[in-house]
C-alpha cells in the first residue's frame, strides 16, 4: 500500500476511533488528540489535572475502542516495585520433588497501562517504570522478559493535592513523550456531562481498530518526511530551553534546567504525526508548534526567580516561540 492510501486510511480510523471516543466523554478534544498522537508515536503521556476531570475514563475509553489489553495500576504509597513488574515464586516439581523459581508476570505485562496517580507511589516503586517505558522490557532475577507491542504508559496525576505525594523524579518525567494539561469543561460541555452520566443508560464503547491498524498507523508516522530546515527548528528550540547555551535572556532569568536531546526526537515524531492525521505527506513547521507545549512543559525547571515573579513554564514557552519562530 503506498503512502497516500495509508494516510487516507489513517485519516479514517482517526475519525473513527474520535468519533467512538466521543460516545462516552464529551469535550476536552484537544487532549483527546494530544492522547491520539502519544500513541500513534509509541511515546507516553502524563495527564495532569484536577479531580473529577475525566482522566482515568478518558484512557479507559481509548482502551476499550482499540483491540488491546488494558491494565490498571492504581498507586498508593504502600505500593512495592515487584506488584508492577512481577515476582518471581517458588515452586516444586511434583514427579521429581525438585523447587525452582517461576516468574508471576505483573500489571506491567499489557498493552496500555494505566498508572493512576502516579505521584502517590514513592521514588522507589516509580522508578520500577523507567526499565518499562525506555527499554520495552522487564529484568527480574537476570533474565529479561519482553513487553509485548504496543506499549503504552498513560499516567495520571493531580497537581493540587501535595500532602501524601511524591514528585516523580526528572529522568521519570522525561520518559513521557507527553504532559497533557486537563482543563475544565465549558458550560455547554458541563450540562451535556450532566445529562448523560445521571440516567439509566450509560454510552458503551466498541472495538473499533485493530491491534494491526493501530501498529500499521504507527509505522506510517515514522515514514513521514521532515526537512533539514524543521530537524534544525526543534533542535533550536529545544537547545534554547537550556540556560548555560547562548539562548534568550528570559531562559537565562528563569531557567534552572533545561530539555534535553529526548525534547528534540519527540518534537519530530510528534510534527510527523500531527501532519499524517491531517492528511499531509510531509511535517510543516505549524506541526511542530502544535506539539511543543506538550513535549517541553515538564521538562524544563524553572528558578527560584520565576516563582518568585510567577513566570510559568507556559509563558516562558511562548515567548521562546515569539523569538525563535
Known amino acids: 500500500m503506498n503512502l497516500v492510501k495509508q494516510l487516507k486510511q489513517t485519516q479514517s480510523l482517526y475519525e473513527t476511533l474520535k468519533t467512538e471516543i466521543s460516545n462516552v466523554i464529551v469535550g476536552q478534544d484537544k487532549v483527546v488528540d494530544a492522547l491520539l498522537m502519544a500513541l500513534l508515536s509509541r511515546g507516553h503521556a502524563l495527564l495532569v489535572g484536577v479531580p473529577g476531570l475525566a482522566k482515568t475514563l478518558m484512557i479507559k475509553s481509548f482502551a476499550e ?153 504507527q509505522d506510517l508516522m515514522r515514514q513521514i518526511p521532515v526537512s533539514e530546515h524543521l530537524v534544525e527548528t526543534a533542535v533550536k528550540i529545544v537547545r534554547a530551553t537550556r540556560p548555560n547555551e547562548n539562548g534568550p535572556a528570559v531562559v537565562k532569568n528563569y531557567v534552572k534546567w533545561g530539555a534535553g536531546p529526548r525534547a528534540s526526537q519527540y518534537l519530530i515524531i510528534a510534527a510527523k504525526t500531527r501532519a499524517a492525521l491531517q492528511g499531509k505527506a510531509t511535517a510543516e513547521e505549524k506541526d511542530l508548534v502544535y506539539a511543543m507545549k506538550n513535549v517541553l512543559r515538564h521538562r524544563i525547571l524553572l528558578n527560584f526567580k520565576a516563582e518568585a515573579e510567577n513566570m510559568r513554564v507556559e509563558d516562558l514557552i511562548d515567548e521562546l516561540m515569539k523569538e525563535l519562530i
Request: charged residues 25%; proline residues 8%.
Open 65 to 217: 475502542a482499540l483491540d488491546l489489553t488494558f491494565k490498571r495500576i492504581q498507586f498508593t504509597p504502600d505500593l512495592m516495585p515487584s506488584d508492577i513488574t512481577g515476582t518471581e515464586v517458588i515452586e516444586e516439581d511434583l514427579q521429581t520433588g525438585r523447587r525452582k523459581f517461576r516468574f508471576i508476570k505483573g500489571p506491567i505485562f499489557g498493552n496500555i497501562i494505566l498508572a493512576d496517580e502516579i505521584n502517590r507511589t514513592p521514588p522507589k516503586t516509580q522508578a520500577a517504570l523507567l526499565e518499562a517505558m525506555q527499554e520495552y522490557h522487564v529484568t527480574s532475577g537476570g533474565i529479561l522478559y519482553g513487553l509485548e507491542p504496543p506499549f503504552f504508559v498513560l499516567a495520571t496525576q493531580n497537581p493540587i493535592e501535595q500532602e501524601g505525594t511524591y514528585p516523580l523524579p526528572e529522568a521519570q518525567l522525561d520518559r513521557f513523550m507527553f504532559q497533557i494539561n486537563v482543563g475544565y469543561p465549558t458550560v455547554d460541555e458541563e450540562e451535556e456531562i450532566v445529562k448523560r452520566t445521571t440516567g439509566l443508560a450509560l454510552p458503551e464503547i466498541k472495538k473499533v481498530v485493530s491491534r494491526e491498524d493501530l501498529m500499521m498507523m
